[in-house]
């Protein structure tokens, strides 16, 4: 059975330089900052509010990151077959077809709230939905709850 990787490629925390958002965000989460999932096919996935996707504004989207600077990124691979890798570029594709917007509440709330607002997303709440919710339970043959 052949495998393909999907990286999930961790946005470690600059020092004292970064954006609002990123400082904001150092607050509740000291070492990283982001999270994106790159595909096979060179491919990231992700939500963000820097306006990339596919209707302009802040949400989901895929975007082509070189990653130039290799010492800024944390990076785990997760090994999947052809049929997950399939299964979950469907669902990352079908969210960001419909627009899936970010969520800047649930970000903040994450930390602080415990809130979110349902059918938006912030970065590693969209990449382990769609990723992890697919890959982790046909490795452990458990069936995941989606709050999980």
Known sequence: MNFYPIEIKFR???????????????????????????FPDGRSFSSTSAKEALDGKNGVRFKDINYSHPERWTDYTL????????????????????????????????????SQQHRKWFCSEVVFDRICTKWLPARINHKMHPDA
């Open 79 to 114: 090994w999947v077959t052809k049929q997950e890798l399939d299964e979950i570029l469907f669902g990352c594709e079908c969210l960001v077809a419909v627009g899936g917007e970010y969520d800047y509440r649930g970000a903040a709330g994450c930390a602080f709230t415990g």
């Open 12 to 38: 470690n925390a600059s020092g004292k330089w970064g954006s609002l958002a990123e400082q904001a965000i150092k607050v509740v989460s000291p070492n990283r900052i982001h999270v994106e999932a790159k």
